[in-house]
């Protein structure tokens, strides 16, 4: 008997050994203010540690960079999907809306957007879903930083940058490879942001303070599928 090769058929096979590699943690969504350096960065990771798309999407805002916006386009995402970048409605147990404090005016809003969103949300499996902000005080730059100084003051995103560049000799915003240059110090970075969790919080500003590091130490630990 023929084999039915036609494109709904290939389809549908494709889907299921997709869905046949997932691994058994949950499903991720992360959605960045930043276009370019926080998906390079989270993207690297995923590379590096081989977790399969199936289970860790990132995406940026696609209704702009607020705090606020960053979590509306995070919860829309997630509820409806995007067919266009194979992403299914509610296909995700865990959503993190990652922003800077900056001087954005909607930040403490997004905080409060995210949290009432916890826990309220169902899934495809009809499981509530983790909804958390991940925000940084005063940029996702501090994150990177503390591989290399142990900051526990106030400090302005400009010398947050100025003082990177020194670290790390040519970083720009967007720049690539931002993970596998500071992975040797990873374990410095999240020993120094776990003692600034215990100081402050992200409504603390204007403390420093990361919470990367716990969205980082969910993917580091993450195993390679089979």
Not at 13 to 21: G, T, V
Not at 83 to 89: A, G
Not at 156 to 161: C, E, N, P
Not at 208 to 218: E, H, K, Q, R
Request: hydrophobic share 40%; charged share 30%; glycine share 4%.
């Amino acid at each position: 008997m023929a084999r039915d090769n036609s494109p709904k058929v290939r389809q549908r096979q494709q889907l299921e050994r997709k869905l046949a590699r997932r691994a058994s943690h949950d499903r991720i969504l992360i959605v960045s203010e930043g276009s370019k350096t926080e998906p390079h960065y989270f993207g690297e990771i995923r590379q590096t540690y081989r977790l399969h798309t199936a289970n860790v999407e990132v995406r940026s805002s696609e209704l702009g960079t607020a705090p606020a916006q960053v979590v509306r386009y995070a919860r829309e995402l997630f509820e409806f999907g995007n067919m266009h970048k194979s992403i299914q409605p509610r296909a995700f147990e865990q959503v993190y809306a990652v922003f800077d404090r900056d001087d954005h005016d909607s930040y403490f809003e997004a905080l409060e957007m995210a949290e009432s969103l916890d826990g309220k949300l169902k899934n495809d499996n009809k499981q509530f879903v983790r909804f958390q902000a991940v925000a940084s005080v005063p940029s996702f730059e501090l994150w990177l930083l503390l591989h290399y100084e142990n900051i526990q003051a106030p400090i302005h995103r400009d010398d947050v940058m100025r003082r990177l560049k020194i670290a790390i000799p040519g970083y720009e915003k967007g720049a690539r490879h931002a993970f596998s240059s500071t992975r040797q110090h990873l374990s410095v970075a999240t020993r120094r942001a776990q003692a600034l969790a215990a100081r402050f919080d992200a409504r603390s500003a204007p403390e420093p303070f990361t919470a990367i590091v716990d969205l980082v130490d969910l993917l580091t630990r993450l195993r390679p599928e089979k």
